[in-house]
């Protein structure tokens, strides 16, 4: 098949195609665990996350093939989605960075599995990847839940049109 001008092979335009999309809310979720390396905490802040089954309970969520932290998270065995609130803008901004450490001046505690629970996270999700899915530029990951929690109410932080913003 041809590629179209912005090299892409199916000849939709990947400007295009993100802007559209991005008129989807989505909520932003910190996935965390414990550097098996460094024994620190890491994390990534991620907008694709989804509930996939009750039985047995699974979750999913997509990281990009060039994630640095990925890796880190993979091999800890244990992680959590952290579901984060409104406040936690810069908490998600500063998982989304790359070469920094990613939990400077964030604060945590230790969920029951061992994995790093956000201060002020919504609910925690403790879980093991099940399955990875390569899928084009990212990589599909299902995991099983094995301990979760609500934490605290308030306001959601919502990704929409490329920005974050609140639920009204």
């Known amino acids: 098949m041809r590629g179209s001008p912005n090299g892409s092979a199916t000849g939709i335009d990947s400007t295009r195609f993100r802007s559209v999309l991005s008129r989807f809310a989505t909520g932003v979720v910190a996935i965390t665990a414990i550097d098996p390396v460094s024994a620190r905490p890491t994390g990534l802040a991620a907008n694709s996350f989804t509930s996939v089954s009750l039985d047995p309970p699974l979750v999913a969520f997509c990281v990009a093939h060039t994630s640095t932290t990925w890796p880190a998270l993979r091999t800890a065995g244990k992680l959590c989605v952290n579901i984060?609130?409104?406040?936690?803008?810069?908490?998600?901004?500063?998982?989304?960075?790359?070469?920094?450490?990613?939990?400077?001046?964030?604060?945590?505690?230790?969920?029951?599995?061992?994995?790093p629970i956000i201060d002020g996270a919504h609910a925690w999700i403790e879980c093991t990847v099940e399955q990875e899915h390569l899928a084009g530029d990212h990589k599909i990951i299902v995991a099983r839940v094995h301990d979760l929690a609500e934490h605290q109410d308030g306001t959601p932080l919502v990704f929409y049109r490329s920005t974050y913003g609140t639920f009204t």
């Open 84 to 115: 984060l609130s409104e406040a936690q803008l810069a908490v998600s901004e500063q998982l989304a960075r790359k070469g920094i450490d990613k939990f400077a001046n964030i604060g945590w505690t230790e969920s029951p599995g061992g994995t």
